[in-house]
């Protein structure tokens, strides 16, 4: 992936850096981010709207990977952001990322954190329920301050991988049906407000997608509903965010789209179903997550203990597991490697790579093909770069890795290691005794 090569040493290069020193100088376990990739994705999907003329915020769903120096990065791409927590907010907020190319998400946004966006004067809010309508309208009321929002709604369509589903009414705890009444009685109370500005809607299908057919066809049903609205209540609907969700490949078995060619396909539909219609022609907003940092990211290991399983498999044990990519355990999903110091040998053994934390279950790949494998050597796991960092914990007492990012040739720690101190920052004292 990306700028990964084999050096003359038969080490694997990232972003022309040696990941056999760079497990050495930052130890292991070590997310390694190759800026360039992520650089090339994001043009990818700015430049194919702006190569149709469409007006477009590409918003990087930062649950993805979080992160003070990631939010710079995306900052000095011109991306907007999506965040979904106040954490999250808190976090942008503090790298200077421009408030008003922030949205934020979220089924269950609290009081406090609605505030933050408020005090922030973030770009947009993507309303998701009625409890949230009550909220926004008592805090616009009470600070006399506007807000621009999106509805966000459930068209009923799934995408999954490689298909979709449509249903009338989707089972999902997010968003306003558009089926059955609900997103024409949010659009109803918010359309008028005095502080509220109603700049359109979102849906989001699903994740690790590699159709367009779901993008259009839920772009064609909120484009339908805007259309009734237009010719109801004249309203013009000034942004369509259709989400994110564009595929990577993790393994061989993937094969995900090319970012212009999910662009092109919305920026189509968009344009001729809102032509049909004759309605002005709508921003388009997107969220990807995965598909700007996922195959990014590698994780570095150090490969420990071995164990035999005669006749069945050999399990090889590396310096951390489900508590920096809980995705194999919780997905059952699936990833590449290759051993980093060997990487110009064949890949000719198979084993089985194990985590080191206390869970039968803690597997990352089962019956991998490597290089022969010896304690002391450096395993490289791919695409680990999403849902990874982000999803990771302290089962077990692990500290979280450190993160680095590498380009052309330089290095820089983007999250320090944790330590043993950082775990116990929080723990109190028994005290009930006394
Ligand atoms: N926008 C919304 C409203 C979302 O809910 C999501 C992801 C995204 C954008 C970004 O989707 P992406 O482009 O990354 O597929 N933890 C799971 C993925 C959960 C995705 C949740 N929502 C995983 O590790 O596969």
Known sequence: HGTQTIGENGHLHIGGVDTVELAKEYGTPLIVYDLELIRNRARAFRDTFQKHGVNAQVAYASKAFSCIAIYQFMKEENLSLDVVSGGELYTALKADFPAERIHFHGNNKSYDELLLAFDAKIGCIVVDNFYEIELLKEISESRKQSMNILLRVTPGVEAHTHDFITTGQED?????????GQAD???????????????????HIGSQIFETDG?????????????EWNKKYGYECKVLNLGGGFGIRY??????????????????????????????????????????????????????????????????????????????ALYDAKYEA???????LPRNCTYTV?????????????????QKAEPGDILAVFCTGAYGYSMASNYNRVPRPAVVFVENGKHQLAIRR????DLILNDMEYQLNK
């Not at 064609?220 to 259309?227: H, P």
């Open 215 to 227: 993008f259009s066809l839920a772009a064609s049903k909120l484009i339908e509903k805007i259309g």
């Open 251 to 328: 393994t061989e078995e993937d094969h995900p789209l090319e970012p212009h060619v999910y662009v092109e396909e919305m920026v189509k539909t968009v344009k001729e179903e809102t032509s049909k219609r004759q309605l002005p022609m709508p921003e388009i907003w997107i969220e990807p997550g995965r598909s700007l940092v996922g195959d990014a990211g590698t994780t570095l290991y150090t490969i420990g203990s071995r164990k035999v399983v005669p006749n069945i498999r050999e399990y090889i044990a590396v310096d951390g597991g489900m508590s920096d990519n809980i995705r194999p």
């Open 185 to 203: 009685e949010a659009f109803q109370l918010v359309v008028n407000h005095e502080y509220l500005n109603l700049l359109g809607l979102h849906c």
């Open 172 to 180: 999902s705890k997010f968003g306003f049906d558009l089926n059955n």
């Open 354 to 370: 194990a985590g080191k934390l206390c869970e039968s279950g803690d597997k990352l790949i089962v019956d991998a093909p490597l």
């Open 338 to 344: 290759v051993i980093a110091n060997k990487a110009n």
């Open 418 to 421: 944790e330590s043993y101190d």
